[in-house]
């Protein structure tokens, strides 16, 4: 058996290339500030390559749930022992800055994620219609049923409407109308607007007489034969599909992605790609899915669920990678409502099985003690399912399966996912809840109020593990003073008291030689704040170390605010080149 040596001499070889291109992309970035250029979204290296070639270089790739279940629960958790790397990075807790970050601290514009709500704040009606952008499949006459599917619990159909469109229909379980097409609307428009690349989602109702199976159309039986879908058939997976008033039953109906090369992994790149450069577990973007996955409860975010295509964008074709199959979000697990544990323990947790090991002993769980408790073991609404914010922790929520990306989450990532995350106003998340037209008007209230309680608990818990300060801006007051003027987002939003609020800078000097500190901690009480500049040698810069105290708290907030000035020439004023916000 070969060394792990070498394996991990590589893996380290390949971060420091790989933190070197982020390092030259900022580098870059900031000489375009310089010359007045704005940095929005890195570039793509696929001019000149035709939409042929990519299709041919770029292979499909499939996977399924109970593939992702082996390698991620059994595969890579035993793989992982031979990461020493990895092992390491645990043991003492480092964590490394994502890569696809611009010298901002912000996630410029890729075909992984695109800024809507936080930089350039939708509309209702914007919110409300998300990334759809028909009225849907054409119900004037006959689905016809391509392909069926069936789990034994509720029925999915491939159809084709009479303009030629293809979608997936999806229903909900006949125990739980509206809870699955429900968590399915609301969930892939708030990811929509977030950034994501999103199918389109249509919520529908029709008779389902319109449904019609093609001679050569197959499904998978309950007991998973691949059997003919014959009218007979067809009518049997029908009759477990919930009715509604006059015998319509109740939809999701997703439009089929087109050019489609199968999923996208969450670790390593794909290499076919000329714009995919970074590891994907190295992508503030995907990383952060795990705090946009808390707040929507959207536990079943892994691999399967998303979904690669070749598209043409400004004359070019590029790799767009979307997110797909949102009707386990909310309270919803597709079939059924989500169990207790969702959301508290992956599938198969080895870490919590490990806590429970050397006693032999089963301790109740917080959400044990909360299904009990709150719940009595039962569903209060059929049409929301499980959930709710009782023992929500958001540094403690997890996925279904384990995936390196969400346990690679920094504080600087989680900071950045929560800013967008307050972008929604209360009103804007209950317009967006509105559009999954429950039939009981408390549903959509206790819904709305959950999510503005939970997005809340969110900000409020990421803002207090960085020095939570945005917009930042520089003026020059004379030839020696600068002034910083700032937001402090946990003010702005409640989180802490004005009142005994106040703030401390240093001012150091970065340059090759290493960093010294020019000035002790200075206090000021609110932005903005003023500071002397001293005289700078050739190449140098300052860094700015901010922190703040809210209240009667007696630590001041960690990691300081790192903010890098810098002269575009010799004697010219000073210009801020970078903002971190720490690891």
């Known amino acids: 058996m070969a060394s792990g040596k070498p394996y991990q001499n590589s893996i380290l070889a390949l971060r420091k290339m790989m933190t070197n291109i982020s390092r030259i992309k900022k580098l870059i970035a900031s000489l375009m500030l310089s010359a007045g250029i704005i940095l929005i979204a890195f570039p793509s290296l696929s001019f000149g390559v035709a939409a042929e070639e990519l299709d041919q270089k770029i292979k499909d790739q499939e996977t399924s749930f109970y593939r992702e279940l082996f390698d991620k629960i059994v595969y890579d958790q035993f793989a992982s022992l031979l990461r020493f790397d990895r092992i390491k990075d645990r043991l003492l807790f480092k964590k490394y800055e994502a890569l696809d970050v611009n010298p901002f601290d912000e996630v410029p514009d890729s075909g992984f994620f695109v800024n809507r709500h936080a930089r350039k704040h939708l509309s209702s009606e914007e919110l409300r219609e998300g990334p759809d952008r028909s009225e849907g499949p054409d119900l004037s006459g006959s689905l016809r049923v391509m392909k069926g599917k069936s789990d034994g619990m509720t029925a999915g159909f491939f159809v084709e409407d009479q303009k030629g469109a293809r979608y997936l229909l999806k229903f909900d379980p006949k125990d739980n109308p509206e809870m699955a097409t429900s968590a399915e609307t609301i969930a892939h428009k708030l990811f929509y607007a977030f950034g994501y690349h999103v199918a389109q989602?249509?919520?529908?109702?029709?008779?389902?007489?319109?449904?019609?199976?093609?001679?050569?159309?197959?499904?998978?039986?309950?007991?998973?034969?691949?059997?003919?879908?014959?009218?007979?058939?067809?009518?049997?997976?029908?009759?477990?599909?919930?009715?509604?008033?006059?015998?319509?039953?109740?939809?999701?109906?997703?439009?089929?992605?087109?050019?489609?090369?199968?999923?996208?992994?969450?670790?390593?790149?794909?290499?076919?790609?000329?714009?995919?450069?970074?590891?994907?577990?190295?992508?503030?973007?995907?990383?952060?899915?795990?705090?946009?996955?808390?707040?929507?409860?959207?536990?079943?975010?892994?691999?399967?669920?998303?979904?690669?295509?070749?598209?043409?964008?400004?004359?070019?074709?590029?790799?767009?990678?979307?997110?797909?199959?949102?009707?386990?979000?909310?309270?919803s697990a597709a079939n059924h409502p989500k169990v207790p544990a969702a959301g508290y323990e992956h599938i198969v947790d080895w870490y919590e099985i490990g806590k429970a090991a050397p006693t032999l002993k089963i301790v109740e769980k917080p959400w044990e003690r909360k299904w009990d408790e709150l719940h009595h073991r039962g569903i209060a609404n059929p049409a929301l399912g499980y959930f709710d914010n009782a023992e929500f922790q958001p540094e403690a929520w997890k996925t279904q399966l384990p995936y390196e990306v969400f346990r690679r989450l920094t504080r600087a990532d989680a900071f950045w996912a929560a800013k967008i995350l307050m972008s929604f106003s209360n009103e804007e998340i209950k317009a967006v809840v509105d559009t999954a037209r429950f039939s009981d008007s408390d549903s959509a209230h206790i819904l709305s109020?959950?999510?503005?309680?939970?997005?809340?608990?969110?900000?409020?818990?990421?803002?207090?593990?960085?020095?939570?300060?945005?917009?930042?801006?520089?003026?020059?007051?004379?030839?020696?003073?600068?002034?910083?003027?700032?937001?402090?987002?946990?003010?702005?939003?409640?989180?802490?008291?004005?009142?005994?609020?106040?703030?401390?800078?240093?001012?150091?000097?970065?340059?090759?030689?290493?960093?010294?500190?020019?000035?002790?901690?200075?206090?000021?009480?609110?932005?903005?704040?003023?500071?002397?500049?001293?005289?700078?040698?050739?190449?140098?810069?300052?860094?700015?170390?901010?922190?703040?105290?809210?209240?009667?708290?007696?630590?001041?907030?960690?990691?300081?605010?790192?903010?890098?000035?810098a002269q575009k020439a010799e004697g010219a004023t000073l210009e801020i080149v970078q903002i971190d916000h720490g690891v």
């Open 201 to 331: 989602y249509y919520l529908i109702d029709f008779n389902p007489t319109l449904l019609t199976p093609d001679p050569k159309a197959t499904y998978y039986n309950e007991d998973g034969f691949k059997k003919p879908l014959t009218q007979e058939a067809l009518q049997e997976l029908i009759e477990k599909i919930p009715k509604r008033k006059g015998g319509l039953v109740r939809a999701s109906a997703s439009k089929l992605i087109e050019n489609d090369k199968g999923y996208m992994d969450f670790e390593g790149r794909r290499k076919s790609d000329p714009d995919d450069l970074i590891p994907h577990e190295d992508r503030r973007s995907l990383r952060a899915l795990r705090v946009f996955g808390s707040w929507l409860n959207h536990y079943d975010l892994r691999e399967g669920n998303t979904l690669d295509a070749i598209e043409t964008e400004d004359g070019k074709p590029v790799v767009k990678h979307y997110l797909i199959d949102f009707g386990s979000a909310l309270g």
């Open 449 to 565: 109020e959950i999510l503005i309680v939970r997005r809340d608990i969110i900000a409020r818990y990421w803002f207090g593990h960085v020095t939570p300060l945005d917009r930042i801006r520089l003026f020059q007051v004379d030839d020696g003073t600068y002034q910083i003027r700032f937001e402090d987002l946990s003010l702005k939003y409640g989180f802490a008291p004005q009142e005994g609020t106040r703030y401390r800078y240093q001012l150091m000097s970065v340059g090759s030689g290493g960093s010294h500190r020019l000035s002790k901690y200075q206090d000021f009480e609110a932005s903005p704040f003023s500071f002397k500049v001293p005289s700078l040698k050739p190449g140098s810069r300052l860094a700015l170390l901010v922190q703040a105290k809210y209240g009667q708290k007696d630590d001041w907030s960690d990691p300081p605010l790192k903010i890098i000035l």
